[in-house]
């Protein structure tokens, strides 16, 4: 059963910065896209970003336009997302997510708190 490991969350004061990475603990078979979402408190889980694996297209939710940025190295089997200008509404849990023809694979989730 491949599993995803995320780390890289934490407090932060806003306006800084924070590296998200998440890496499958083997192969996924057929894998086509990564990405990352977020769950705020209290909140539905949303997406945030997300890569394909062919042609590296990506795709951002408006509220992180220009400040996050989601990358990928398809030999580690990892996903990572940049996040700058940081905000109090990016408080959440963030989740990884990769997917495969007729499954998902999640993350446990790892914490992001920005502090006003």
């Known amino acids: 059963q491949v599993q995803l490991v995320e780390s890289g969350g934490g407090l932060v004061q806003a306006g800084g910065s924070l590296r998200l990475s998440c890496a499958a603990s083997g192969t996924i078979f057929g894998l086509n896209a990564m990405g990352w979402y977020r769950q705020p408190p209290g909140k539905q889980r949303e997406l945030v970003a997300s890569?394909?694996?062919?042609?590296?297209?990506?795709n951002y939710a408006d509220s992180v336009k220009g400040r996050f940025t989601i990358s990928k190295d398809n030999a580690k089997n990892t996903v990572y997302l940049e996040m700058h200008s940081l905000k109090p509404d990016d408080t959440a849990v963030y989740y990884c997510?990769?997917?495969?023809?007729?499954?998902?694979?999640w993350g446990q989730g790892t914490q992001v708190t920005v502090s006003s």
């Open positions: 890569i394909t694996i062919g042609g590296g297209s990506t």
């Open positions: 997510n990769m997917q495969a023809p007729f499954r998902d694979f």
